[in-house]
């Protein structure tokens, strides 16, 4: 069955300082696609990455970066040098051939980031 | 404003009466997707259109459920007697037609982009 474990509820830091947010995934498939939504209390979901289980080659765009692992079925985001406007829900979503077009989300990882 | 839109944004209603909520996908984007979000959860799917065709339904859409994409444009969600179980905030994404490789046509797992949701609330 596939599954998404933010393991992570909430995550409290001081500007400035490196936060990274823990996700994990179950799934039978061997092609499968993994994202990060983030949720700011406004509420609309904004695409952050998406990632193909061919291409484990991590990521860093800008302050933010991807480290994905299939010998440890993860893919946890990394905000460096963070900031308050980064302080919202992250979720961390699976989708496979077996889910087709619908995406599992995890529970979410809450985010404050202190001034 | 070329991202996706929800209305209404807030709904307050009675246990017992019907609700309608409608989503304007991107334009050109043949799918679209509703899902159910409650407090301290990710968003639950719910059902999706391809163009005008329902081709997916979750078990958690009871016959109290019912989605219409006419026209293969808007849709929308339709809740019959509602329950106070069915607070939560509803959430609509659309995404592109499927990519040209084989793999992508099939999974279909463009990224999918989100509206502002409606919340509801049934007293």
């Known amino acids: 069955a596939q599954k998404v474990t933010q393991a992570q509820t909430e995550i409290s830091v001081v500007e400035k300082e490196d936060v990274t947010l823990d996700c994990v995934y179950e799934?039978?498939?061997?092609?499968?696609?993994l994202f990060w939504y983030k949720q700011p209390p406004s509420g609309e979901l904004v695409f952050l990455i998406r990632?193909?289980?061919?291409?484990?080659q991590n990521e860093i765009s800008g302050r933010y970066s991807w480290n994905f692992q299939k010998s440890t079925s993860s893919f946890n985001f990394t905000i460096t040098a963070s900031q308050v406007v980064d302080s919202a829900v992250y979720f961390c979503?699976?989708?496979?051939?077996?889910?087709?077009?619908?995406?599992?989300f995890g529970t979410g990882t809450s985010l404050t980031v202190i001034p | 404003d070329t991202g996706v839109s929800q209305n209404p944004r807030h709904k307050i209603t009675k246990r017992g009466q019907n609700v309608t909520f409608r989503c304007d996908p991107i334009?050109?984007?043949?799918?679209l997707y509703w899902y159910r979000q409650t407090l301290g959860q990710g968003p639950e799917f719910l059902t999706y259109?391809?163009?005008?065709?329902?081709?997916?339904k979750s078990r958690l859409l009871s016959d109290r459920f019912s989605a219409e994409r006419p026209k293969g444009s808007f849709s929308t969600l339709e809740i019959q007697r509602t329950e106070q179980g069915d607070s939560a905030m509803y959430l609509c994404?659309?995404?592109?037609?499927?990519?040209?490789?084989?793999?992508?046509?099939?999974?279909?797992?463009?990224?999918?982009?989100f509206g502002p949701g409606t919340r509801l609330t049934v007293l």
């Open positions: 994404a659309s995404s592109p037609p499927g990519g040209s490789g084989r793999w992508e046509a099939y999974v279909g797992t463009d990224t999918q982009y």
């Open positions: 799934t039978r498939d061997t092609t499968y696609y």
């Open positions: 990632r193909n289980s061919f291409d484990e």
């Open positions: 979503a699976l989708s496979d051939t077996y889910t087709g077009n619908q995406f599992y």
């Open positions: 334009s050109e984007h043949n799918r």
């Open positions: 259109f391809q163009n005008e065709a329902q081709l997916e």
